[in-house]
């Protein structure tokens, strides 16, 4: 089914967030400061998740004072000049690196990693911004899909109406600079709208579109979902979508058509 849209398309931080630490409850907070909106959640909502928030409250966090680097770890930190402590979580984290390279204008190097969930990222997703403590990283939860089911459960029942959920992360991308956000978790979103068969405002036939619908609401919620802002959901209002029992990993491209091994 098509994504379509009403007349007008709101899209909004939720405030009255505060910060969150192991053993909170994510929905709950969502609820209680969805509260104290001047109107509910409603009908088609779609809400964007920053992981971050997700990984604190699951207890996804790391601090490095606890970690002990192997040996593999103590080598390939060598060779991209980071902390092997670091590069030990990375790896715990990892399928496999991708890249290790170290760079000329930069004090630390890169990895590039296939994180153990498939997606393909920087340091395994592995981050310390927006941690509480210093030498502490974050991680993604553990099954970001059943974390954005779980969240998605408790509102559709706390305020009785369909609601989509987006987790989302930042990522790079192959031959484009810079970042934007991604999804890593879904539920009831649709990852990609198929349009195969469809005709453009020209009448010609679709034969390949297929919009990232998922990430598009993911990377339109970085605008909102600033590092330092301390606004880790975002409210999607007007979207007209089927829900669909969606994974993020809906939008990983098969290692056979992988044009960046």
Same mark, same amino acid.
């Given at each position: 089914?098509?994504? +379509?849209?009403?007349?007008? &398309?709101?899209?909004?931080?939720?405030?009255?967030?505060?910060?969150?630490?192991?053993?909170?409850?994510?929905? #709950?907070?969502?609820?209680?400061? /969805?509260?104290?909106?001047?109107?509910?959640?409603?009908?088609?909502?779609?809400?964007?998740?920053?992981?971050?928030?997700?990984?604190?409250?699951?207890?996804?966090? /790391?601090? &490095?004072?606890?970690?002990?680097? +192997?040996?593999?770890?103590?080598?390939?930190?060598?060779?991209?000049?980071?902390?092997?402590?670091? /590069?030990? /979580?990375? #790896?715990?984290?990892?399928?496999?690196?991708?890249?290790?390279?170290?760079?000329?204008?930069?004090?630390?190097?890169?990895?590039?990693?296939?994180?153990?969930?498939?997606?393909?990222?920087?340091? $395994?997703?592995?981050?310390? +911004?927006?941690?509480?403590?210093?030498?502490?990283?974050?991680?993604?939860?553990?099954?970001?899909?059943?974390?954005?089911?779980?969240?998605?459960?408790?509102?559709?029942?706390?305020?009785?109406?369909?609601?989509?959920?987006?987790? +989302?992360?930042?990522?790079?991308?192959?031959?484009?600079?810079?970042?934007?956000?991604?999804?890593?978790?879904?539920?009831?979103?649709?990852?990609?709208?198929?349009?195969?068969?469809?005709?453009?405002?020209?009448?010609?036939?679709?034969?390949?579109? $297929?919009?990232?619908?998922?990430?598009?609401?993911?990377?339109?919620?970085?605008?909102?979902?600033?590092?330092?802002?301390?606004?880790?959901?975002?409210?999607?209002?007007?979207?007209?979508?089927?829900?669909?029992?969606?994974?993020?990993?809906?939008?990983?491209? $098969?290692?056979?058509?992988?044009?960046?091994?």
């Amino acid at each position: 089914m098509p994504i +379509s849209m009403d007349e007008e &398309l709101s899209v909004f931080r939720l405030p009255n967030l505060a910060d969150f630490k192991p053993g909170d409850d994510a929905a #709950l907070a969502i609820i209680e400061a /969805v509260n104290q909106l001047e109107s509910p959640l409603q009908e088609g909502d779609i809400l964007v998740i920053a992981h971050k928030m997700v990984s604190k409250c699951e207890g996804a966090v /790391v601090n &490095l004072h606890e970690v002990k680097a +192997s040996q593999d770890a103590i080598q390939l930190a060598k060779e991209v000049n980071k902390d092997p402590r670091k /590069v030990e /979580v990375i #790896l715990s984290q990892s399928k496999r690196i991708v890249r290790a390279i170290k760079r000329p204008d930069q004090e630390e190097g890169v990895l590039i990693a296939e994180h153990k969930l498939g997606f393909i990222c920087a340091n $395994a997703a592995v981050d310390e +911004s927006n941690a509480d403590e210093v030498n502490q990283l974050i991680t993604l939860p553990e099954n970001p899909d059943k974390s954005a089911r779980e969240i998605c459960q408790r509102l559709e029942e706390a305020f009785a109406c369909r609601i989509g959920v987006v987790i +989302s992360d930042t990522f790079g991308r192959p031959w484009r600079l810079g970042q934007t956000n991604v999804a890593i978790g879904l539920a009831n979103v649709p990852a990609i709208t198929h349009m195969l068969g469809d005709q453009d405002a020209f009448g010609h036939e679709l034969k390949v579109t $297929a919009p990232a619908f998922a990430d598009e609401l993911a990377g339109a919620s970085g605008l909102l979902m600033s590092k330092s802002g301390k606004c880790p959901v975002i409210i999607f209002r007007g979207l007209e979508w089927q829900a669909e029992d969606s994974h993020a990993s809906d939008l990983i491209r $098969a290692a056979n058509e992988n044009l960046f091994k």
